[in-house]
């Protein structure tokens, strides 16, 4: 929600908050704070995002591809 409302940096607060916790984030989650890190042009948080997410074992759908392309597009 924070992500597609123009909040990125509370987006990718609550994201860093939700591993330390040891939250395991879903692709709906890394969807998010990739669009996050795209809005603010952040590639060096996306891209520990983007290896979080590989880290995690799962399986990328094509929702999470594209936010993966188009975050490192706009940064």
Request: charge should be negative.
């Amino acid at each position: 929600g924070y992500a597609q409302h123009g909040h990125g940096e509370e987006a990718l607060k609550f994201f860093w908050q939700m591993l330390q916790k040891g939250v395991n984030p879903d692709y709906v989650t890394f969807v998010s704070v990739l669009k996050a890190c795209a809005s603010l042009a952040s590639l060096e948080l996306g891209m520990e995002i983007h290896a979080e997410f590989v880290n995690s074992g799962s399986e990328a759908d094509s929702f999470l591809r594209s936010a993966i392309v188009d975050m490192y597009a706009k940064c």
